[in-house]
């Protein structure tokens, strides 16, 4: 099975290999550089499931324009939400602080924002991940996981 993971993210890509050879599964993953993909892709969706589907769609376009039929595209869109910031910051987690900020900023924004939060039990959230799949006879498949936890008080440095 060939797999086209739709992210320019090494960490994701590195766990993603480690998810195949974990267990044991006859995959190759290739990513958005292997196929020459470099389109920005918009994510204007307003869920998750919304975001990950647009990047599904926009390099299925892609691969069809280029003859590229023989592998599937798996893409996903996660986040953090924070219950006492109302979800947020949900499908901005990424650019909480700004486009193309750093993780840290975004980090310390949240913690910024969450100050005023000294109840530890006030502090849950769930970060989600949304998982698209386009196998090659065009189907599509949606799956959401969620993790629930609570927010430290600081970073840990």
Known sequence: ?????????KAKVEAMYGIVKNYGFDAEIFTLKDIGFTDEIVEDGTTFEENSLIKAKAISEFCKK????????????????????????????????????????????????????????????????????????????TARGECTGTIAFNHGK
């Open 66 to 141: 280029n003859n590229i039929l023989d592998k599937i595209i798996l893409t996903d869109d996660a986040g953090l939400c924070v219950d006492y910031l109302n979800g947020a910051p949900g499908i901005y987690t990424g650019r909480y602080a700004g486009d193309h900020a750093p993780q840290i900023d975004n980090i310390n924004k949240l913690l910024e924002n969450m100050k005023d939060c000294t109840n530890i039990e006030d502090r849950t959230c769930k970060l989600v991940c949304v998982l698209t799949a386009i196998l090659l006879d065009g189907s599509v498949y």
């Open 1 to 9: 099975m060939k797999i086209i993971y739709g992210t320019t993210n």
